[in-house]
Every structure is written in C-alpha cells, then in structure tokens.
C-alpha cells in the first residue's frame, strides 16, 4: 500500500459529516450529564450553548425525552463567534469549552488525539459500502459485528486506539473486517501458568485449537533451537503487540529464551468491537481469543493482567452453575460463553518496579472463551446487542428492521426482548446481590425471524461482581466480591441498563415512529412487575431496593474520562470512583 492510499477515507466531506455527528453527540450527551446548560431560545425554535468565552455559540434543534435524553437534530447545529458563522470542528469545540468540561492541561491534547482518532474512524465508517440496516439482518453474525458504526453510546471520545498507525488501524480495527492471524509464543513454564475450568487439559486444549500439524510444526521449532517444548506454555499474542510492546518492551525474555517466538497460527480471525478479542472465521465454533494490547481506548490501556488470568476459568465454571441450577434463569434462556482457559506470563521486574494494576503487568496474557455458534439451533442467528442501537444511512435502525421482520407488535417484540436480556439482570441482583456489566457489547442476542429468543453474557471474570459481604464464594472466586455502598447498588440496573442502553433505545424507536416512549417503559414497567410478582419470596429485597423509586442517582461517564483519560476508575475502589450529580426522574415511576 502506498502511504496515501492509507487516508483515501480523508475527505473534506467525510471529515465535515464525522465532525457533525460528533459535536451532535458531544452537545447531547455533555447536556445529560450537565456538563453543559443549553439555554432555550426566546422564539421557543431551539437552543443555545456558549463557549467558555461568552462569545461563541453553538444553537442547535432538540427533542427531550425520559432520562433528561437530548436527542439532538444533527443538521441543525450551527457555531458563530460574535455573530459571524463557522464550521463546525470537534477539535475546536473541545478547546471552547474546555473550562466548562473541566478538561485539564495535561489531559486536553491526549483526549485531543482519541477525538481525532474518533473522527478519522467514523470517516472510514462514511466511506465503506453503506449497507442499509434491513440487509446487514440478512449478513449474519460477523458481518453485523464488524457492521457497527458508533461505538459505546455515552463516550463521545470512543475509538481512541491511541497506539495504532493508519496501517495497523486498517489491519486491525473491526469495523474494517481484515481477517488478521494470531502471534504465537513459546512463554518458559518458570514465568507462565495455564489455568482452565474443569475437565479441560493443557495439551489436548491446545491441539484441539491449533491443530496437531500446527502444535508439532512449533514443537519443532523450539526443538531446533535446542529447546524442550515441555519446559513452555504457548500464549496467543495480537500482532500489534509483539511488534510493538512485546519484542521491545520484552526483550530481555526473548534474548535469554525465557520467550520464544514461534511465528503465526493457521487461522484465521476477525476483531469484535471490544479490539482485542478474536472471532476465529476459520472455525467459528472454536473458542473466541482474547488477548492483552496496550493501546489507550477509552479511558484504559487495554491489557490483561497475568494475576488476573489464574482465576478466570474458576469464576466462569461457578457463575455457570449458578445459571444452570437457577430455575428463572433457566426458564429465561440465559446462557454465559465461559472464558474455559487463560494463559499468562509474568515480567518479575516489572512487576517488582510496579503495583498490581500498572499496564506494565497487563502486557502478555490471553483467555478462550466459548463461541456462542454451537449452541444454536435450527432457524436461529445472532446479533450483538449492540446491534439494536445502530442506526444506517438513512436514519434506520438495526431495532427498527428486526420489529419489522418479526411481524410482532413492537410492544410484543420489546417484551419478548426484556424477557431473555432483562430479567436475568433483575433476578441476579435481587436473588444473588451479583450484578454484570450488560452493555451493548458484553451480550448476544440469538434470533429467530428477527425476535430475540435468549441472550447470552460475555465477559464475566473481569465485569461481574457480587455485592453481599457476606456470600459464600469458593476461595478463588472471591474477588468477584466487592462492598459497595446500599444506595449505590441499585445503579447496576439504572445505569448501566436504563441510562446507558433503555434510554437510546426508547429514543430511537420513537424518532422513528415505531414505539412511543410511554409505550416502551410502561412495557418495562410490566415485565419488572411481572417479573416481581413471580417471586414472592424476594418481597423484601424489592423493597429495600426500589426499582419503581421517584429518581436515582445520575452517574457521569464522560466526566470520568475526561477527568482522567489514562485511567478513569481506580479498579481498587471502582464505586468510589463514579461522577455522581444530581439525579434523573425514574422512567418506571410513572405507571
């Protein structure tokens, strides 16, 4: 590729659309989170918010809905300085509001750059093949995954990838599907341990995803250089992360044989939306891989701790069997894609020179988790839930197109929805105080002529958490334990469920004329009622815990990786951590 073949995506007028569309979502969501107070027009035809200087004025058309929601019209922003018109530029709105986001010196350039990153992605998005929502239903599973064109709906600065060129974004990214091959290494047993769940065994597991001829092909090449294969583990590696962290960073380990480099594996894989997690394309019922990459993306280096690797497989074989032994789980169709293995090196400098959640011992790890594609049954498919958000170039949405292909109602397609993602979430917290983190992109949905038949969770070891101090956990499961303050705990459901999800999904059935807002939280207003009234036993736990109360807590996203875009939680107190202000009207109030 020549280099200017690399930013054909560039375009003025791509460039002015992804600048557009990211100021529409900066206005939006910086006004839900009060960040920003738009001033209404005198004339009742709009908006207005002024920059730090007074001076500068963004106005701007917008529909406000439940969950102060600001479902901002994106042609209709315009920006004037003392009354002469501008163009819009997201860089620019940054630095005029930089005061009132709270955007540090030091903080300002870098989140700069995840802004540039951010639009130049979206340029991509703008020019690839526009695929409208109704057909990406019909290109199945990966083709809907890579087919994403927005990211995480609250962060406005959500594709940072600060780490990858123009190249490696193009090799690597999901939304440009380049099939990509695994690194392998040899990693000394004295440095690596394999953990796995039960009835899984290191040799056969690692055949079984390799291959034999690919196995014995590394086995010689350890052997040819006088090594014994039994003296090392074999740790999946993503190519950005040899080239660029592991043969530099690492180079002690390679030059005294500590690590080996064994070359690429035969399969081939595509990235989902999480980046470093691999769907194999060759064999799409082997196991996702999920591997370390010390990239910055929204608000974390994204590596994988070695530490935390040793007890991935033990937290999923026990939350499966909670799943499986639970009767209104059961009966929900829930299922967890367990992380089954997990591999990881230790660097005893690094780890001596560093404290336990430095990227510096997030470096070199991988897990395998279970590919949902074998337990699908005749007539079904899957989607991301993130899918269900995603809207195409037309103003269609993925939710729109599935209502429309299932022949339900829309209130019958939502319930059948709630009842497979939803209810599972309410049942883990009022019966076993354990609380995921559901969004988007950590659930599948399987479907069947576009209705949601069950869901399926993902990510468990690093994102579930049980919040009763006093639960009875298997020893090497406890740190899935975490005290977390009584009038927080409920936030689980209001905001990573309502507030981050709910709140998007009502707003753009209802643009689009599908499902009126009302229509769409009375029908969760029933299926949490539905759900209450099936287990009379938990009586007192709904009381102590009110999913019906006036208001909740509003708690910020973007205040926290604008705050600190390097690292925004503190993983030693991850509640103490929350931007909480003010509180947002209760949508199931009501009914």
């Not at 390679?254 to 081939?268: I, K």
């Not at 992109?441 to 002529?449: A, P, S």
Request: charged share 25%.
């Amino acid at each position: 590729m020549r280099p200017a073949d690399a930013v054909t995506h560039l375009t003025p007028e791509h460039w002015e659309r992804a600048n557009r569309l990211l100021v529409r979502k900066a206005l939006a969501e910086f006004a839900h989170e009060r960040l920003i107070t738009p001033e209404p027009e005198p004339d009742g035809t709009g908006f207005t918010v002024r920059g730090d200087d007074g001076l500068t004025r963004y106005r701007f058309t917008a529909e406000r809905r439940a969950l102060d929601h600001w479902q901002v019209a994106a042609d209709s922003i315009t920006r004037t300085r003392d009354g002469a018109e501008l163009p819009l530029a997201a860089l620019d709105f940054f630095i005029e509001l930089k005061d009132s986001l709270g955007l540090a010196d030091e903080i300002l350039p870098v989140y700069l750059e995840e802004i540039s990153s951010t639009l130049s992605g979206t340029c991509y998005k703008l020019a690839k093949e526009q695929v409208a929502s109704a057909d990406l239903l019909e290109r199945g599973f990966q083709a809907i995954e890579t087919g994403m064109t927005e990211g995480h709906p609250c962060f406005v600065a959500n594709n940072g990838r600060l780490g990858f060129g123009v190249h490696e974004y193009l090799a690597y990214a999901p939304e440009t599907a380049s099939p990509v091959r695994l690194v392998w290494l040899a990693a000394h047993r004295s440095r690596a341990a394999f953990t796995a769940g039960a009835g899984i065994e290191y040799e056969s597991f690692l055949r079984a995803e390799l291959g034999e001829e690919t196995v014995e092909r590394f086995a010689a090449t350890l052997r040819g250089r006088g090594l014994d294969p039994a003296d090392y583990l074999l740790i999946p590696v993503h190519p950005w992360q040899w080239w660029n962290k592991l043969s530099v960073t690492f180079a002690a380990e390679v030059a005294r044989e500590l690590l080996v480099c064994l070359g690429e594996g035969d399969d081939e894989y595509l990235a989902q939306q999480s980046i470093r997690t691999f769907f194999n394309r060759s064999h799409p019922g082997k196991h996702y891989v999920k591997t370390a990459l010390s990239v910055l993306n929204m608000g974390f280096m994204r590596g994988l701790s070695a530490a935390y690797m040793e007890a991935t497989p033990a937290i999923n074989d026990w939350l499966a069997q909670l799943v499986a032994n639970d009767p209104v789980l059961k009966e929900s169709g829930l299922s967890v894609i367990r992380e089954r293995a997990a591999v990881g090196y230790r660097h005893l400098e690094y780890e001596q020179a560093t404290d336990r959640y430095s990227p510096y011992r997030k470096m070199l790890a991988a897990l395998w988790r279970e590919s949902p594609v074998p337990a699908l049954r005749d007539g079904e498919s899957l989607a991301t839930m993130a899918s269900l958000l995603h809207v195409d170039h037309t103003g269609a949405s993925f939710a729109g197109a599935l209502v429309e292909r299932s022949g339900l109602a829309p209130t019958e397609w939502l319930r059948r929805y709630l009842e497979a993602y939803y209810v599972p979430l309410l049942h883990s917290f009022y019966a076993y105080d354990l609380v995921f983190m559901p969004h988007g992109e950590n659930v599948i949905l399987v479907l069947e002529d576009g209705v949601v038949r069950r869901a399926v969770y993902k990510d468990i070891a690093e994102e579930i958490v049980v919040m009763d101090p006093d639960a009875v956990l298997p020893p090497e499961v406890r740190r899935i334990r975490a005290e977390v303050p009584e009038d927080m705990k409920l936030l689980s459901i209001f905001t990573d469920v309502f507030d981050c999800f709910f709140r998007f999904l009502a707003a753009q059935l209802a643009a689009e004329g599908i499902l009126a807002e009302d229509a769409f939280w009375r029908t969760v207003t029933e299926v949490s009622r539905a759900y209450q009234d099936s287990a009379p036993e938990l009586a007192d736990k709904f009381r102590q815990y009110d999913l019906f109360a006036p208001e909740f807590a509003l708690s910020c996203l973007n205040r926290l990786q604008l705050r600190d875009n390097r690292q925004m939680v503190d993983l030693a107190d991850p509640s103490g951590a929350l931007q909480l202000v003010g509180t947002l009207r209760n949508p199931l109030a009501v009914f």
